[in-house]
């Protein structure tokens, strides 16, 4: 079987009855869709297949041979995060982060067929089948209404994490004192 | 302090926009087994026999391990804190809980590990479960667990005490007694990553742990201990957690991997599924709280009995410690100077029960403030009026003696009516934490108030013992 | 290893005559259609498929008109459904999440077997009260059938093909929701009129979705009546989703929502 995952076509050994998420995680060691209940319940696992959103763990590799799949590993580039991904960053939209990969791939689909702002109910509706024991779900909601609203700082190096002000002392090696 | 009120990126926050995060489940190490256990079917039983060798014929099957292959079966998870040993790794004489483990199989697919459990023969004698803490403790002899039906390693008590005060004044002079019973129930952490660990043994013989656990160090002791093994033999990976809650902090899977993974010379994973973490996991535990206040007619309270009992289930992990804490903090928010506190750590057949938010202490709190809304309730008192004038104050002290320095009940109790736009009376809108004195230090207060600027250390009232 | 999963032999469908022909007369073949309720049994261990028919691609899906009847092919998704006529629209509307309807499918929710621990099945309601005619190939070939005999008989050995609905002249549906992460229903009662006659079906109650007839001959007489009646009809479970004393004392309070609703002519 054929997938091509995030643009790149993968031959798929894995027996047919296999579910997506195994396929990706086990053999193609594509792990950020996640099993949080292997059984449709939590939407940790889902990534786009042909631009639709779907839960992996409910989906037998044979049912999408060919079909074009995305998973967060796909999303931006090496300089900029795509605008979902600046926007769950800036708004804290994760802590433990085991349900960011489902929620972002959710999120990137709700993005891509909305035109513009998208109101807190269709939020609300679009990703009722995420569950998040972190958050309490507030800062995802801004999250994404920040993304369709495109209201994102996308630079990544802006969003690097690093010494912050005159008062992080940074020694580099090597360099003058 | 130039991070304080700065808005700073999460240090993790990329990594989980990115998919990069790795939880233990992503982690790969090329021969990974994979692990399933054989758990109890049954609240209680007895184990009269089990016979692994089928598994272990299976083709696929690396391990199989029960209570014999554990060095150090049964160890406390509190032992250096004084709560003795009570739970055995693997189940060997008999089961206590449905989903307690009793082997466990490492092999090269799920699917042939569940298979592996499967052809485990074993024979149980079912017996009566013993559900309910409330009558839990007149099962006598009869109850399961080694100790009996209640925890007995209170120093030379079988309960959690607190004593302060003139608990039989306080009542005689109330103007009103109110009583509540109060049951939180059990909670399951539900974390979107389940129990997992991958432990890799090394060509040095030492083990690589990838673990969940939120308290590495802590765990680390725990499988040492089990295994018998020097703590430099073991190597832990963690700290990234998909959710913890307090309930990964019971180390569930990481010992009996290290076990597989030494019997089987091979990296071995363990994953809950999600029915086992709802099944088998450890729960906060359900309370039963029963309070009782001395209350005047004015709104003082005089004092409060309290009976706590807790369902640890079927062993006591950190119960102890969380009993302890919940009567720390029995009086909530409030100063009540004469009190009698006794908690029980009750013994079920039920799933162990563990530490999640706030352990002890939002149970005990959730029974103080449906009791302080029912005192007020009875009294025709507004309850945000009686808590003010209860509200812990400096200088007060604690059920346990504790001196206030800046207790926040007033400034919040007021921010909170503000924030509700609900109105109060003059002489409540004008409180502060400011120590009692006047009307507000009427002379049930005096004794419990610490003198002027004392703290513990210092501290010596007239409430001495206490009855 | 022995009837491991990976050794089931699978069939991907590429037409309604392929998926007919492996098929066959259906017995040791578990279809997969959008997997919802199938692949967690797989991954679980629960169900060991020795043949496995896979038909989401086998051109079953779509919905169109047939001599004044709307044919829905079995493969059609609940998300395709969500517009569809009512009260099946409304049921479609609030089966899970946009991601699970997205791939559910119509033939997947009318065979579903009972849930003892989760709700299934929610859309056999709003077909039986739409005088649903399923068309299904198995054992002695193909034959259409009202969907209350095919409920009745039970799915194992069919293939759903497709199902055929009437336009109601009115329909309604009431229905008792679990507050979660996703709301689910617990309980429904779909109602339509056609022709003069009335309808009523109830979906959550017992096993699979049932007709009430002692409610739909009691509805001359008022919504009060028939929802007296409908309990005759209704076999109530106990499972984790409800107790039967629920069931009972919320049922007839469905029914009488449903027919107040239907008599305003609501769609």
Not at chain 3, 63 to 79: E, K, P, Q
Not at chain 3, 205 to 217: F, H, I, L, N, Y
Request: glycine residues 10%; negative net charge.
């Amino acid at each position: 079987m054929r997938l091509t995952v995030n643009g790149v076509e993968r031959e798929v050994l894995s027996p047919p009855l296999t579910t997506l998420l195994d396929a990706l995680r086990e053999e193609l060691f594509v792990t950020s869709p996640k099993a949080g209940c292997q059984q449709g319940g939590c939407g940790a696992c889902t990534v786009l297949v042909d631009g639709e959103p779907r839960r992996s763990c409910l989906t037998p590799v044979a049912a999408v041979d060919g079909a074009a799949i995305a998973t967060v590993e796909g999303l931006g580039d090496g300089d900029e995060l795509s605008t979902v991904q600046a926007a769950f960053h800036e708004h804290y939209a994760a802590q433990c982060g085991f349900c960011t990969s489902g929620f972002l791939m959710a999120t990137e689909a709700l993005v891509a067929r909305s035109e513009g702002e998208v109101e807190r109910e269709e939020i609300l509706e679009a990703l009722s089948g995420h569950i998040c024991r972190c958050t309490g779900y507030v800062k995802i909601v801004d999250a994404v209404a920040a993304a369709a609203r495109g209201d994102v700082n996308a630079d990544r190096a802006s969003a690097d994490t690093g010494p912050q002000g005159e008062d992080a002392a940074t020694v580099i090696p090597g360099s003058p004192a | 302090m130039k991070a304080v009120g700065a808005r700073l990126p999460r240090y993790d926050g990329l990594a989980h926009v990115t998919g990069r995060t790795q939880y233990v489940d992503d982690v790969r190490v090329h021969g990974t087994l994979w692990t399933k256990a054989l758990r109890s079917p049954h609240h209680s039983a007895a184990i009269r026999s089990i016979d692994t060798s089928k598994a272990e014929a299976i083709h696929g099957v690396h391990a199989v391990v029960t209570a014999k292959d554990v060095p150090h079966n049964v160890y406390g998870h509190l032992e250096a804190l004084g709560v003795p040993a009570d739970e055995p790794l693997l189940a060997a004489d008999d089961v206590r809980w449905k989903g307690q483990p009793i082997a466990a199989v490492a092999a090269e697919s799920e699917e042939i590990a569940q298979a592996a459990v499967e052809a485990i023969e074993i024979e149980l004698e079912e017996r009566e479960p013993i559900l309910d803490i409330r009558t839990a403790p007149a099962t006598g002899d009869e109850h399961f667990h080694q100790w009996g039906a209640i925890y007995p390693h209170f120093g030379p008590h079988n309960h959690r005490r607190v004593r302060k005060g003139d608990i039989d004044r306080a009542f005689d002079d109330a103007d009103l007694i109110v009583e509540g019973v109060y049951r939180p129930q059990a909670i399951e952490h539900c974390p979107l990553e389940t129990q997992v660990s991958l432990v890799v043994p090394e060509p040095s013989g030492r083990l690589t742990i990838y673990s969940c656990t939120q308290a590495m160090y802590f765990s680390m002791g725990v499988v040492a201990a089990h295994l018998q093994w020097p703590l430099n033999k073991l190597k832990f990976v963690g700290g990234t957690v998909g959710g913890g809650f307090g309930g990964k902090v019971d180390t569930a899977t990481e010992t009996i991997c290290a076990l597989l993974a030494i019997k089987a010379r091979r990296p071995v994973k363990w994953r809950f599924t999600r029915e086992e973490e709802f099944l088998c996991s450890s729960t906060r535990a359900p309370w039963h709280i029963e309070i009782r206040d001395a209350v005047t007619n004015d709104g003082w309270i005089l004092g409060r009995r309290t009976l706590t009992i807790h369902d640890s289930g079927a062993y006591a992990r950190f119960s102890p410690y969380g009993l302890t804490k919940h009567a720390f903090h029995h009086t909530g928010a409030y100063t009540i100077p004469n009190l009698r506190f006794d908690g029980f750590v009750v013994f079920t057949n039920r799933v162990p029960t563990t530490a999640m938010r706030g352990f002890g202490v939002t149970s005990v709190s959730l029974a103080v403030e449906l009791h302080m809304a029912r005192v007020a309730d009875l009294l025709g008192m507004n309850p945000l009026e009686l808590r003010l004038k209860n509200a812990n104050r400096i200088g007060d002290t604690t059920g346990n003696r504790v001196v206030m320095h800046d207790p926040s009940t007033v400034p919040v109790t007021l921010a909170a009516a503000d924030a509700a736009g609900l109105d109060l009376a003059a002489e409540y809108r004008s409180m502060t934490q400011a120590r009692r004195t006047g009307d507000l230090l009427p002379e049930h207060l005096v004794a419990q108030q610490a003198p002027d600027g004392e703290d513990l250390a210092t501290y010596r009232g007239a409430n001495g013992g206490g009855r | 290893m022995e009837g491991s999963v990976d050794a089931a032999e699978v069939i991907v469908a590429a037409s309604p005559q392929e998926a007919v022909e492996a098929f066959g007369d259906g017995r040791d073949v578990t279809v997969v259609a959008g997997g919802t309720i199938v692949m967690p049994e797989i991954r679980h261990g629960r169900l060991h498929p020795r043949k496995a028919l896979l038909i989401n691609r086998a051109g079953l899906d779509g919905i169109r008109r047939d001599d004044g009847r709307i044919v829905i092919g079995a493969g059609t998704s609940l998300a395709d459904l969500e517009d569809a006529v009512e009260p099946l629209g409304a049921c479609a509307r609030r089966v899970a999440d946009l991601e699970i309807r997205g791939q559910a499918t119509l033939g997947g929710n009318l065979c579903a077997p009972p849930g003892d621990e989760s709700p299934r099945g929610d859309l056999q309601a709003a077909l039986l009260v739409l005088d649903a005619q399923v068309r299904s190939a198995g054992e002695g070939g193909e034959r259409t059938e009202p969907v209350e005999d095919f409920l009745a008989s039970g799915p194992a050995g069919r293939l759903v093909l497709d199902v055929s609905v009437a336009e109601p002249d009115a329909a309604a549906t009431a229905t008792v929701r679990r507050p979660h992460a996703h709301a689910y229903t617990v309980m429904r009662v779909c109602a339509a009129r056609a022709g003069g006659q009335t309808r009523i079906a109830v979906s959550g109650a017992g096993p699979t979705a049932v007709r009430s007839r002692a409610a739909e001959q009691a509805a001359a007489d008022g919504a009060g009546a028939a929802a007296e009646r409908v309990l005759d009809d209704v076999t109530l479970q106990d499972d984790a989703i409800a107790s039967s004393w629920y069931r009972s004392q919320v049922l007839p309070v469905l029914v009488r929502r449903a027919l107040n609703d239907l008599a305003q002519g609501d769609r």
